[in-house]
């Protein structure tokens, strides 16, 4: 599948509403397809998963953003269906603790990062100091800042710590992906409403998700500008198509799945001298009575 279409070109200004269609599907206009593709991934992306882990040179960083209702957790739930747990974390980054308000913005996510060998993966991430925070600047009230810049260039200083703190990831072996999961606001709607008259699917609805629909438009411009300003060459933007969960998922795992193997990963190799050791620990098991 060529990603192209979804990732978000270095520096290049987008809008969200004119170059990404939500509801887009490729050639792919039956489910069955998309599922099979995705079966087949699923499995790839275990054995890859398989060989980070016994290499231990590199880790993998996912980052999922998105507006509520987009299929965050479903997405991460199917994609790495097949993932040795021993192998995986995921973090969900709510509203700041005390204790996280009194570090800098990249302390709670710093801590969380994935061992070498391991894939981490963020539901919501530092990104949220960019978005919501722009959105309501009232937040930054409570963060306990010493001092903001002038004529409001916060977002600007964000995003140059938040490039400087990718790179040196990157260059660290901590490979970055980032997830922009489109849905459209009619989509939203429509999940919101399944939640309300689905009784198994009430735990899922917030209030609060629906008073921030009144910020979409803000939420559109905060994200362009993320887009803008933090798609680089080490760490792009993919943006996803979310109106069709079965299309998102098989993109997200392509994409996945094509980033590992770009990675060239081997299993170690083993020294003459550890040969020798495991032949004589051969010998000696079969000696065994």
Not at 31 to 51: F, G, M, P, R, V
Not at 63 to 69: G, K, L, R, S, V
Request: hydrophobic share 40%.
């Amino acid at each position: 599948m060529n990603h192209d279409a979804f990732i978000v070109p270095p520096g290049s200004k987008i809008s969200l509403q004119k170059n990404y269609d939500p509801a887009y599907i490729a050639n792919y206009h039956e489910k069955t397809d998309a599922a099979i593709k995705l079966q087949s991934d699923i499995e790839q992306l275990a054995k890859y998963q398989d060989i980070l882990y016994a290499q231990n040179s590199y880790a993998l960083l996912i980052i999922f953003q998105a507006m509520d209702a987009a299929g965050k957790d479903s997405t991460i739930k199917h994609v790495m269906s097949g993932i040795n747990p021993q192998g995986c974390q995921v973090f969900s980054f709510k509203a700041p603790s005390t204790e996280e308000l009194d570090h800098d913005y990249l302390w709670r996510t710093m801590k969380a990062l994935p061992e070498r060998g391991r894939i981490g993966i963020f539901n919501r991430s530092y990104y949220e100091e960019v978005l919501i925070v722009r959105v309501h600047p009232e937040i930054l009230q409570k963060q306990q800042l010493p001092y903001l810049p002038k004529e409001n260039k916060i977002w600007q200083q964000r995003f140059e710590e938040i490039n400087n703190f990718e790179k040196y990831l990157v260059d660290n072996g901590i490979i970055v992906l980032k997830f922009f999961l489109n849905i459209s606001k009619s989509e939203q709607k429509k999940r919101f409403l399944a939640r309300i008259e689905a009784p198994e699917k009430n735990w899922k609805f917030s209030a609060h998700d629906v008073r921030e629909r009144a910020f979409w438009a803000d939420y559109m411009v905060a994200y362009e500008d993320v887009f803008h300003h933090t798609s680089t060459a080490y760490a792009p933007w993919y943006i996803i198509p979310a109106d069709r969960k079965w299309f998102m998922r098989m993109v997200v795992a392509d994409i996945i799945c094509s980033k590992l193997k770009s990675l060239n990963l081997q299993y170690p190799t083993v020294s003459e001298e550890d040969k020798q050791q495991l032949l004589q620990a051969k010998y000696g098991l079969e000696q065994e009575d």
